[in-house]
């Protein structure tokens, strides 16, 4: 099965974003292959608060990329390049990652990754950690949440003082829980 | 001068602690590469600063646990009963414990005047509220953040007080095999 990452970068208190969005903190450098990045994907999910600012950016749909948006305001009309998902979202990713096929990317925010790792559908958190504090801003993971219990799987430090970190999502809570269920049922 | 050295405990969102002071995602079973680092960390240090809440538990557990010959840790409780400690408050009047002073003044000031005094490193573990504070006055010279391997969503944040964006400057990063990541960082003081 294809896997579901949640690669972001985040400021080093833990936030993806500025309070409005803003991404000015992110370094970027040079040693960090973009390309070889984007060539391990087909598939991009993110939500409406990501994807408007990128679109009104005009960037957004990525060639070879098939683009998800999770809205359920945002009219397909309105943005013929990507898929809006409205409904069912859960089952909608779920059947993505059944399918054959490169990784798929949960580009972001916070809270697409939230409803997703509760339903035990995100495999990683790839984070390149920016060495700033921000303050304030979008966290990774906005409250309230589960906690995700992660495995740490790999780190690459790069010259700019950039640090990321590779982990697995340890799904074996959940597991037991619905193990659990059945039983009861 | 003296350095003021941070080290605390950290998810990968920035937390030190659950919202009710949970501390379930923290990782227990410490590699003895992270002792050492631990170790070297600590063996310049001649002064703990802390806040009066984190003390009232922290120096009577250090206390107990370094008088318990069985205990594993002894060592660390002797080291931490026995380095000299200043607890910054605004309540107590007197030191109820052994080798403690209070600081009732300024945090800056206080911090800045213990830095200026002659001796080895200075250390802070917490509280939240104490650190917090710290880091919002620009005191802290080293960041020793040990990233442990959960995110929590909500919880006691260090970061927060902060008015500003803070750059800062990576020395080492240095993953351990039991899944913490210690990562050092200085203040970026343009």
Redo the contacts between chains.
């Keep these: 099965m294809r896997r579901v990452r949640y690669v972001v970068a985040m400021s080093l208190d833990g936030y993806i974003a500025g309070l409005n969005g803003e991404a000015d903190w992110i370094i970027m450098d040079p040693d960090i292959d973009f390309d070889a990045l984007f060539d391990q994907f087909d598939t991009l999910l993110m939500g409406r608060q990501t994807c408007e600012p990128m679109m009104k950016a005009g960037s957004g749909a990525m060639p070879g990329m098939k683009t998800l948006v999770f809205s359920r305001t945002l009219r397909q009309e309105d943005y013929p390049q990507v898929t809006v998902v409205a409904e069912d979202a859960k089952e909608t990713v779920a059947a993505l990652r059944a399918e054959e096929g490169k990784d798929i990317w949960l580009f972001g925010g916070g809270l697409l990754f939230r409803s997703l790792a509760a339903a035990g559908l995100v495999d990683t958190v790839e984070v390149a950690v920016i060495p700033v504090l921000l303050g304030s801003g979008i966290p990774l993971l906005p409250p309230p949440a589960n906690q995700v219990k992660l495995k740490l799987t790999g780190h690459k430090v790069y010259k700019t003082g950039i640090v990321a970190l590779e982990y697995a999502v340890q799904r074996d809570a959940g597991k037991t829980a619905i193990k659990q269920r059945k039983k009861r049922s | 001068m003296r350095k003021l050295k941070l080290q605390v405990q950290m998810?990968?969102?920035?937390?030190i602690a659950g919202q009710n002071g949970e501390m379930?995602?923290l990782m227990f079973q410490w590699d003895d590469e992270l002792k050492h680092y631990v170790d070297a960390l600590t063996e310049p240090v001649d002064c703990i600063v802390l806040g009066r809440k984190l003390a009232q538990g922290f120096i009577p557990h250090w206390a107990g646990v370094a008088a318990d010959p069985d205990n594993p840790e002894q060592e660390s409780g002797r080291k931490f009963t026995d380095t000299p400690k200043v607890v910054f408050t605004q309540t107590l009047d007197t030191s109820e414990w052994n080798n403690t002073v209070l600081a009732k003044g300024d945090l800056a000031d206080e911090i800045t005047r213990l830095k200026q005094q002659d001796g080895g490193d200075i250390i802070a573990y917490g509280g939240a509220n104490f650190v917090s504070n710290l880091?919002k006055h620009g005191l802290i010279d080293e960041f020793h953040?040990f990233?442990n391997?959960?995110?929590?969503?909500?919880g006691m944040?260090i970061?927060?007080?902060?008015?500003?964006?803070?750059?800062?400057?990576?020395v080492k990063?240095t993953?351990f095999a039991c899944?913490?990541?210690v990562?050092h960082?200085e203040p970026k003081r343009d």
């Design positions: 998810t990968i969102d920035g937390y379930d995602w880091i953040l990233i391997p959960a995110a929590i969503g909500n944040p970061f927060q007080e902060l008015d500003a964006k803070q750059n800062l400057i990576l990063a993953p899944g913490i990541v990562m960082y």
